[in-house]
């Protein structure tokens, strides 16, 4: 089972990613809104792309169940990022996380751009089962978190208590388990060196998901931006 | 002449990368070898993938003379690699010095060849070619600078020499004519987009010295 020896090698970052101040303070309700909206801007970008990724490794796969699968990921990815708008719009008043123009997608910062070029090129360039362990990190991160904040407990008047049940939802674990036997399968055929390859590519999407937390919290959009002159 | 644009947009940024504390010790030779040593490392594992990018840059070309020139281009980038490889990082390797592979990217250097290998993939081709573009004209640039009071005891001599010389500028040139010749058939919104991914490129060769420089890891949190 390959999902198990990936979150094996990503077992010392779990805790790094339980604790970053944007998921304490996401847990505790205390996030400024103000990050808490970029982050959604930002996340609505990369959604739109992974979906993109997801269909294309559709394309890609030969079995017709597991490309049904990922067409069904794919679309799903997209409505997710075309719903972000209204589902955090919904509750009104004092609730109210944003205003619509709050949330109108600018450019990706850079830590979110290098994911999506990378997560493409995976996808264009590698072998498919390494194309498969790029995109499952979104799920079992993202899972793992919800899942260790549902344990805990939710409270209700959190602001953001709706966008943290999203982690642990029915529907969302149940995506997650699917792509998880998937990359199970892909991997049964392979070698070591290729099953490598996967856990590799599995890491490395694991660091773009930290650093999409932590350059959205520090503010530090696009670090090649230090330079006195951006003109776009 | 869009190149001239993107010049124009560039032209601070130009000064930055000159300035740069990796450029200014190169060029008075000062410059620690340990730097030089995982700067060439990064190059050498950029180069692989810009020779990628060169290649399906040439192979979506419409115009036969262009694609001939880009499939050229891809060849001379995948021979300097295999010449650092083999001629110099190798000893560094059996040393056990350096590590070599995909997976030793630099974070600046994984950031700037997974750009230009989308945008040589998704983009529209005058884009692509636009990205491709820095890796050319900057080093030109910067060698050129480097080269003014040129003696051949300077430890980076065969750097300098090679990226100030008449067959680096002849390249160059000819990535130049290709990018205006694009340039010239592309509405405005595709030129503005032209100038923005040569200023996105500029600003990553600027990031991959300031990587080097500092000898960056993949560091989390």
């Given at each position: 089972m390959?999902?198990?020896e990936?979150?094996?090698a990503?077992?010392?970052?779990?805790?790094?990613?339980?604790?970053?101040?944007?998921?304490t303070?996401?847990y505790r309700g205390?996030?400024?809104?103000e990050?808490?909206n970029?982050?959604?801007?930002?996340?609505?970008?990369?959604?739109?792309?992974?979906?993109?990724?997801?269909?294309k490794?559709?394309?890609r796969?030969?079995d017709?169940?597991q490309?049904?699968?990922?067409?069904r990921?794919?679309?799903?990815?997209?409505?997710t990022?075309?719903n972000?708008?209204?589902?955090?719009?919904k509750?009104?008043?004092?609730?109210?996380l944003?205003?619509?123009?709050e949330?109108m997608?600018?450019?990706?910062?850079?830590s979110?751009?290098?994911?999506?070029?990378?997560?493409?090129?995976?996808?264009?360039f590698?072998p498919?089962?390494?194309?498969?362990?790029?995109c499952?990190?979104?799920?079992?991160?993202?899972?793992?978190?919800?899942?260790g904040?549902?344990r805990?407990?939710?409270?209700?008047?959190?602001?953001?208590?709706?966008?943290?049940?999203?982690?642990?939802?029915?529907?969302?674990?149940?995506?997650?388990?699917?792509?998880?036997a998937?990359?199970?399968?892909?991997?049964?055929?392979?070698?070591?060196?290729?099953?490598?390859?996967?856990?590799?590519?599995?890491?490395?999407?694991?660091h773009?998901?930290?650093?999409?937390?932590?350059?959205?919290?520090r503010?530090?959009?696009?670090?090649?931006?230090?330079l006195?002159?951006?003109?776009? | 002449?869009?190149?001239?644009?993107?010049?124009?947009?560039?032209?601070?940024?130009?000064?930055?990368?000159?300035q740069?504390p990796?450029n200014?010790?190169?060029?008075?030779?000062?410059?620690?070898?340990?730097?030089f040593v995982?700067?060439?490392l990064q190059?050498?594992?950029?180069?692989a993938?810009?020779?990628?990018?060169?290649?399906?840059?040439?192979a979506?070309?419409?115009?036969?003379?262009?694609?001939?020139?880009?499939?050229?281009?891809?060849?001379?980038?995948?021979?300097?690699?295999?010449?650092l490889?083999f001629?110099?990082l190798n000893q560094?390797?059996?040393?056990?010095?350096?590590?070599?592979g995909?997976?030793?990217?630099?974070?600046?250097?994984?950031?700037?060849?997974?750009?230009?290998?989308?945008?040589?993939?998704?983009?529209?081709i005058?884009?692509?070619?636009?990205?491709?573009?820095?890796?050319?004209?900057?080093y030109?640039?910067?060698?050129?600078?480097m080269s003014?009071?040129?003696?051949?005891?300077?430890?980076?001599?065969?750097?300098?020499?090679?990226?100030?010389?008449?067959?680096f500028?002849?390249?160059?040139?000819?990535?130049?004519n290709?990018?205006?010749?694009?340039?010239?058939?592309?509405?405005?919104k595709?030129?503005?987009?032209?100038?923005?991914?040569?200023f996105?490129a500029?600003?990553?060769?600027?990031?991959?010295?300031?990587?080097?420089?500092?000898?960056?890891e993949?560091v989390v949190?």
């Amino acid at each position: 089972m390959i999902v198990k020896e990936m979150m094996l090698a990503v077992a010392h970052l779990l805790p790094r990613i339980h604790e970053h101040p944007f998921n304490t303070e996401l847990y505790r309700g205390v996030l400024s809104k103000e990050v808490f909206n970029a982050f959604l801007a930002q996340d609505k970008l990369y959604l739109r792309a992974f979906s993109a990724v997801l269909n294309k490794i559709a394309l890609r796969l030969s079995d017709t169940e597991q490309k049904q699968i990922f067409y069904r990921l794919s679309e799903d990815a997209f409505r997710t990022q075309d719903n972000l708008h209204h589902k955090y719009l919904k509750c009104a008043g004092s609730n109210r996380l944003f205003y619509h123009h709050e949330l109108m997608a600018t450019k990706p910062i850079s830590s979110v751009s290098t994911y999506i070029d990378y997560l493409h090129n995976t996808v264009d360039f590698e072998p498919i089962p390494q194309a498969v362990a790029s995109c499952l990190p979104c799920f079992c991160i993202y899972s793992d978190l919800g899942l260790g904040m549902k344990r805990k407990g939710i409270d209700k008047s959190n602001p953001y208590s709706l966008w943290i049940e999203s982690y642990s939802k029915q529907e969302f674990l149940k995506s997650k388990e699917v792509i998880v036997a998937v990359a199970n399968q892909l991997s049964a055929q392979l070698d070591d060196v290729e099953k490598k390859k996967m856990i590799g590519a599995f890491v490395k999407s694991t660091h773009f998901e930290i650093l999409f937390w932590d350059s959205v919290y520090r503010k530090k959009p696009n670090y090649q931006d230090n330079l006195s002159c951006n003109k776009f | 002449m869009i190149f001239n644009e993107m010049t124009a947009v560039t032209s601070e940024l130009l000064i930055s990368i000159h300035q740069h504390p990796f450029n200014t010790q190169l060029g008075k030779g000062t410059l620690a070898k340990e730097q030089f040593v995982f700067y060439l490392l990064q190059d050498a594992l950029y180069l692989a993938d810009f020779s990628r990018a060169l290649s399906i840059i040439a192979a979506r070309l419409s115009d036969n003379s262009h694609m001939q020139q880009y499939v050229a281009f891809s060849l001379d980038a995948i021979k300097s690699e295999r010449e650092l490889h083999f001629n110099y990082l190798n000893q560094y390797k059996t040393q056990g010095y350096i590590t070599y592979g995909r997976d030793d990217q630099s974070p600046s250097c994984f950031m700037y060849t997974n750009y230009l290998l989308r945008m040589a993939s998704l983009v529209p081709i005058e884009e692509a070619i636009a990205c491709s573009l820095p890796c050319f004209y900057i080093y030109h640039e910067v060698g050129k600078k480097m080269s003014t009071y040129l003696r051949t005891d300077h430890p980076y001599y065969d750097w300098i020499n090679l990226y100030s010389g008449e067959g680096f500028k002849a390249s160059v040139q000819a990535a130049i004519n290709i990018v205006n010749e694009l340039g010239s058939h592309a509405s405005e919104k595709t030129r503005s987009k032209m100038v923005q991914a040569f200023f996105k490129a500029t600003q990553l060769e600027w990031l991959f010295w300031e990587g080097a420089y500092n000898r960056e890891e993949w560091v989390v949190l």
